[in-house]
């Protein structure tokens, strides 16, 4: 019997940029409330929160200031609790994040860490009188001195986010009494920010590069979440997914397989660095298709194989769009983005969809460094143009891979602002707010929104979703991604053409397949899809899912 999560589809809301009810420039948790009975239309069985909690935003509330306490931006407990039960009401449990990496230097613990060397608090952090060689994963060393503590600490992120130290027990209870907090709230699942990054060896040994091979699944991280799993998960059903920076198959094997009692499935990062050239990310560079097949086609045999779950995602509020990455924004953008939707929703595992992705949002373009407001953006224009690149060159690379390109607000209707407030938003618009929005592609069947509606049913309707195995039949085509999900009972076909031109090609197992039963085709981005046969023709950007039962 399937854990039910393994037929979910998570949505996941910024909620700074998905919607203000109170009229501001940032979002609510009352817009997000407002918003249930869209999302419960659309058929997602869980929203995920971005932090929620108070927080300075400086980096939008992956800085935490207090894990207990809603950030007043976006409103008190009162439009928490309404939020969580009226989410319950339409079906849709609630996700939240937790930061425990790191928190903000002005969380209680920091501050009087700093100033209270014999405080129990002060051995919550990592403090060392002299750096190591390590990089902020943000740019610049990943120790800072603090002369009120007369010491440096760790910050593997921003400077404000000052990293915790897993080693000490009573840290370790205040986490797991504070998760407990938020399911004693109707909380139901969590998402665990950078947690693989959370056990450092404790002597903090020089790299010759920026120090992740020492704490990238560290050396007790197990462990932590095996005591997590006992404290916090045991006899109650919750979903829980690990953010896993750099990570291994192997790691997240363990991570994920149920008789480990860590957590309920990973995200991992390795398909998302198909276009960072030498593992640069800050270069304009266009994307590897076939290393992304490969990559995405290893992860979905040995998560498999090894009996573990894999969150599966094109997008989140750290990644571009995907239509501008991987798809065609300009006058393929509707068939690309159900194409790579088509993809995704084909995999095993939980797929996520990050909110505006089922429209089709794109890249906005933003030109001028003004525009921009993530700290690891700003920080990297700051190093690179120290460095010496050119302006332009620097501009080129931020407009493709800057974070802010998912975090413009979320485009509802062609009104003032979008629908998202009757405020200018804290950040722009992207420009085709006008055209892709969701009141004109609600009313549209053919529209991307319509597309993943039908493909969040599709996983409810057939278990060999969940639970067929995957096989690749085009691992070295330039252009197209063919693959099988088996099961005992049901053969389902994933083919998509990756190109703006009609492509052929000829795969025996098609033809097999095809002499076995007649196949169904249960959804397509073109009309007229031609039957299941060994002789595959896709138009452009063509995605067609066949079913054979
Ligand atoms: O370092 C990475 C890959 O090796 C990144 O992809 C890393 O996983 C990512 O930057 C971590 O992101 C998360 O933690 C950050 C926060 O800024 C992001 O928004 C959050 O998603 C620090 O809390």
């Not at 063919?482 to 099961?487: A, I």
Request: charged share 20%.
């Amino acid at each position: 019997m399937n854990p039910t999560w393994k037929q979910s589809v998570i949505y996941q809301i910024y909620p700074k940029s998905f919607c203000s009810a109170h009229g501001q420039a940032t979002g609510d948790l009352a817009g997000v409330t407002a918003r249930l009975d869209y999302l419960q239309w659309l058929g997602v069985d869980w929203i995920w929160l971005t932090p929620i909690y108070l927080s300075p935003q400086r980096d939008n509330g992956y800085d935490v200031a207090d894990y207990l306490a809603i950030d007043p931006r976006y409103g008190d407990m009162a439009d928490f609790t309404r939020l969580v039960a009226e989410a319950g009401r339409r079906g849709i449990q609630v996700m939240l994040d937790i930061v425990v990496n790191h928190t903000s230097t002005e969380h209680e613990w920091f501050q009087t860490a700093r100033r209270e060397r014999d405080h129990p608090w002060r051995d919550f952090y990592l403090w060392r009188d002299a750096p190591n060689n390590w990089q902020s994963k943000f740019g610049g060393p990943a120790w800072e001195y603090d002369p009120v503590a007369g010491q440096y600490y760790l910050h593997l992120f921003d400077t404000s986010q000052a990293d915790l130290n897993w080693a000490n027990p009573e840290l370790r209870q205040a986490v797991f009494a504070m998760m407990r907090y938020w399911l004693e709230r109707g909380v139901r699942g969590f998402r665990l920010d950078v947690i693989n990054l959370i056990s450092k060896p404790a002597d903090f040994p020089e790299d010759d590069s920026d120090g992740r091979r020492f704490y990238t699944d560290g050396p007790q991280v197990h462990e932590h979440l095996q005591q997590m799993h006992r404290e916090v998960f045991a006899g109650r059903e919750v979903l829980t997914v690990g953010e896993m920076s750099s990570t291994t198959l192997e790691h997240c094997i363990h991570y994920s397989r149920p008789d480990r009692r860590e957590l309920s499935m990973t995200f991992n990062f390795h398909h998302l660095k198909v276009d960072y050239p030498e593992g640069r990310k800050w270069v304009a560079a266009p994307y590897d298709f076939i290393a992304l097949k490969r990559i995405l086609s290893t992860w979905q045999e040995g998560m498999h194989a090894g009996g573990g779950w894999n969150a599966v995602f094109w997008c989140n509020h750290d990644q571009p769009r995907v239509v501008s990455r991987f798809g065609d924004s300009g006058a393929w953008r509707v068939p690309s983005a159900k194409l790579l939707a088509t993809a995704l929703h084909g995999l095993q595992g939980t797929p996520y969809v990050y909110q505006g992705e089922e429209i089709g949002m794109a890249n906005p373009g933003f030109a001028d460094i003004a525009q921009y407001r993530d700290v690891e953006t700003l920080n990297a224009h700051r190093l690179l143009l120290a460095a010496g690149l050119p302006e332009d060159e620097v501009m080129a690379a931020i407009r493709q891979k800057s974070r802010d390109n998912a975090r413009t607000p979320m485009q509802w209707d062609a009104g003032p602002n979008a629908g998202f407030s009757s405020e200018a938003p804290w950040i722009d618009l992207a420009p085709d707010w006008r055209e892709v929005n969701v009141a004109a592609q609600r009313d549209d069947p053919d529209s991307v929104l319509h597309h993943y509606r039908r493909l969040i049913a599709l996983r409810k309707r057939h278990p060999v979703l969940a639970d067929g195995d995957y096989h690749c039949l085009t691992p070295d085509h330039p252009a197209l991604w063919v693959y099988l999900r088996r099961t005992p009972a049901a053969t389902l076909v994933v083919a998509c053409n990756f190109s703006g031109e009609t492509v052929a090609e000829t795969l025996p197992p098609l033809g097999e397949l095809a002499a076995t039963g007649p196949a169904r085709t249960l959804i397509a981005n073109h009309p007229d899809t031609p039957p299941l046969a060994a002789a595959l023709q896709l138009r452009p950007w063509e995605a067609v899912m066949w079913l054979v039962d």
